[in-house]
């Protein structure tokens, strides 16, 4: 299976900061990356595939990067909706494992 | 619009078994493979496996241990996940997610609240 470490786990910023959330790969993906936002209480929301395709909708405040084995999410601009947790996947692999997440807090 | 919707919440004693259905509607169902993720209390998604709509074809994680089956029903557009023997470590929500092998998962449903106890 291949494992994915997200960096930090935890992460406290002010609405407007720029952030950044890490992803690292036990084996190379390619562009073969998800992330996704979770907020308390709700389902998980797709935010970006393939490392860097913004899914439709998504505000353009949010951004990745990356290739093989390590990716980066950035919000730029925090607004007070995006204090959630995010997870990174890696998919077309055949178990999509998920990140440990990363929270996002005030 | 494209939805999925899971059935209600479950409770359960140690050692049973629960199905949870997934229908889904608003696009072509074949297409796409439908994946299930669990998420405990408190903590982290759990890819548990997926089915391929049009072959019936799954893919269960190797973690439970062959105590899963998810089916696909064509006619109606609904997939069902088995999980048997049951413990306090499977109460979780457990949600369907549109996406499989080559896809993201674009499309959840609500999520279904299964409690062991």
């Known amino acids: 299976d291949i494992r994915m470490t997200q960096s930090p786990s935890t992460l406290s910023a002010f609405v407007g900061d720029r952030v950044t959330i890490t992803c690292r790969a036990s084996q190379r993906l390619s562009s073969w990356l998800a992330w996704y936002q979770q907020r308390p209480g709700k389902a998980p929301k797709l935010l970006i595939y393939?490392?860097?395709t913004l899914q439709s909708g998504v505000p353009s405040r949010f951004s990745g990067s990356g290739s093989e084995k390590e990716f980066t999410l950035t919000i730029d601009g925090l607004q007070p909706d995006d204090f959630a947790t995010y997870y990174c996947?890696?998919?077309?692999?055949?178990?999509?494992?998920f990140g440990q997440g990363t929270k996002l807090e005030i | 619009q494209v939805q999925l919707v899971q059935s209600g919440a479950e409770v359960k004693k140690p050692g049973a078994s629960v199905r949870v259905s997934c229908k889904a509607s608003?696009?072509?169902?074949?297409?796409?493979?439908i994946s299930w993720v669990r998420q405990a209390p408190g903590q982290g998604l759990e890819w548990m496996g997926r089915i391929s709509a049009d072959t019936g074809q799954t893919i269960p994680a190797q973690s439970l241990h062959g105590r899963v089956t998810m089916t696909a029903d064509t006619s109606t557009t609904t997939v069902f996940l088995d999980l048997r023997s049951l413990t306090s470590g499977d109460t979780a929500v457990y949600y369907c997610v549109r996406g499989g092998y080559a896809d993201p998962f674009d499309v959840w449903g609500q999520g279904t609240l299964v409690t062991v106890s």
């Open positions: 608003g696009y072509t169902f074949t297409m796409y493979s």
């Open positions: 996947q890696p998919y077309n692999t055949l178990f999509p494992t």
């Open positions: 393939k490392a860097s």
